[in-house]
């Protein structure tokens, strides 16, 4: 398995230009979230899904839009980018299932985004 | 509403010392409360979690965390410190809740050799 897996890595944007991070997951797992990183900030959370075709705003959701149409894939749309954006990227899934694990969240690598 | 804070955003050790990292919680119902670890350019990894089985909560790598509902606390330690273990440390708490996982602002282990 190669667990939660994001595309690209880093990504320098200018103000104004858009752009869709990418997050695919082969755990079959029902929830999938989108979380940014700001220095000394923790993780705050932008999205997240409970299954395909279902997603929610978390805590800072403005200026982003997510979707999910497979169990697999959710990616995350920066529409007009900004330089309060810039930040580092983590997709994450859960089994989201009653039992043992269910609330275990998986990480990918991160997406390093600047805008500029 | 459930929070979390950690006190220390950087905490030093020598090798072969204790390591403690703090947390400390805040939520209206039994939570289940995980530690977090992230290496430099990586993402994150689970540690440890206690989901209201015995309060004493052994992890990977030597990491154990115990759960003290009266303190509201879920401290992390290690007996000896390692230099592989200087890394970003989170503390999260869910109410037992799929979609709300709250995470602490992150504690950074340095291990001075």
């Known amino acids: 398995n190669a667990g939660v897996t994001q595309t690209p890595k880093f990504r320098i944007l200018k103000i104004g230009q858009s752009m869709t991070l990418q997050c695919t997951q082969d755990?079959?797992?029902?929830?999938m979230y989108w979380y940014r990183q700001d220095p000394g900030m923790g993780l705050k959370l932008i999205y997240y899904s409970v299954g395909a075709g279902i997603t929610d705003k978390g805590e800072v959701p403005n200026g982003y839009n997510v979707s999910r149409s497979t169990t697999e894939d959710f990616p995350l749309r920066l529409e007009l980018a900004a330089p309060s954006q810039t930040s580092v990227y983590f997709c994450a899934s859960s089994p989201g299932l009653a039992g043992v694990g269910a609330y275990e969240q998986y990480f990918g690598p991160g997406t390093r985004l600047t805008v500029t | 509403a459930q929070s979390v804070t950690q006190l220390g955003s950087h905490v030093s050790v020598s090798e072969g010392a204790l390591v403690l990292l703090r947390c400390n919680y805040s939520s209206s119902v039994p939570p289940y409360l995980f530690w977090y670890v992230q290496y430099p350019n990586q993402g994150l990894q689970l540690l440890l979690k206690?989901?209201?089985?015995?309060?004493l909560v052994k992890g990977i790598n030597g990491f154990e965390a115990e759960f003290k509902k009266s303190e509201t606390s879920f401290h992390l330690t290690k007996p000896s410190a390692h230099m592989s273990d200087a890394a970003e440390y989170f503390c999260?708490?869910?109410?037992?809740?799929?979609?709300?996982?709250?995470f602490g602002p992150g504690t950074s282990l340095s291990v001075i050799p």
């Open positions: 999260a708490v869910s109410e037992a809740s799929y979609d709300k996982v709250i």
């Open positions: 206690y989901t209201s089985a015995a309060t």
């Open positions: 755990m079959n797992h029902n929830y």
